[in-house]
């Protein structure tokens, strides 16, 4: 069976990561190697760039092109070879992100994100991607109930994310076969069904 590539996208809070586990044993228990991996992140150099990104104040540009950077190297080190042997690969976010956060999130030049998508993975792009859509404010009280300390990104105002959910809405309305729009206001059972069934039914047919 072909390899596929498969992201997870949302607003911080959202829910994603709580569904990513239950998605990769569903796609184990079909007999299929998976790497679980995340972004910023996924490689030695990947991690160290994740703390410089969420804890250093920078440039917008300079934090659109460390995202790339690591992303390069997360493709060439561990994405690339793993789909190449014939693994399954699930990524919590990839460059869905960097449009929604630094685009429309922080107005980064949409020009200067296509520059950069076209450098980095010119003819590549996941098989699936689910965005976990949740109202900002419904997020934002998921994550103040986490208790953990929140992150440069996380600190950010409802409006910031309400650009950067917008955003998200733009490119899964942009690629539909790709993308698929999950009601993240839900129960986590009836989520984890409905990302089952995406799933089963893009990827097992
Ligand atoms: N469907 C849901 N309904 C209510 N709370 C949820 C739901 N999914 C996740 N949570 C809780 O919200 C918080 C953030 O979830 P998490 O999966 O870490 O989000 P993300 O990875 O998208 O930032 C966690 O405390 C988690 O237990
Ligand atoms: C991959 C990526 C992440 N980000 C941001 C979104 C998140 O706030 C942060 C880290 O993502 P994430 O690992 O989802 O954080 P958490 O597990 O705490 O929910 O990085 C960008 O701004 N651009 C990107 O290209």
Do not use: N
């Amino acid at each position: 069976m072909k390899s596929r590539f498969i992201t997870f996208e949302g607003i911080d809070g959202a829910g994603k990561s709580s569904q990513i586990a239950a998605a990769v044993a569903l796609i184990e228990s079909r007999g299929i190697q998976v790497v679980q991996t995340r972004e910023p992140g996924g490689t030695p150099l990947g991690e160290k760039l994740r703390e410089i990104l969420l804890h250093e104040p920078m440039h917008l540009e300079t934090e659109a092109m460390l995202m790339f950077a690591a992303r390069r190297e997360h493709l060439a080190a561990l994405i690339e070879p793993a789909l190449a042997a014939g693994k399954w690969v699930v990524s919590d976010r990839f460059t869905d992100a960097t449009y929604a956060y630094q685009v429309g999130g922080r107005g980064l030049d949409e020009a200067r994100f296509v520059a950069l998508e076209r450098w980095v993975h010119p003819d590549f792009q996941p098989d699936l991607t689910l965005i976990f859509d949740l109202d900002p404010a419904v997020a934002a009280r998921r994550l103040a109930g986490t208790g953990q300390a929140p992150d440069r990104f996380e600190r950010e105002k409802a409006d910031f994310f309400q650009r950067v959910r917008a955003a998200y809405l733009r490119r899964a309305a942009a690629a539909p076969q790709r993308v698929r729009l999950i009601d993240a206001s839900r129960k986590p059972d009836e989520i984890r069904a409905e990302v089952e069934a995406i799933i089963l039914g893009a990827c097992f047919q």
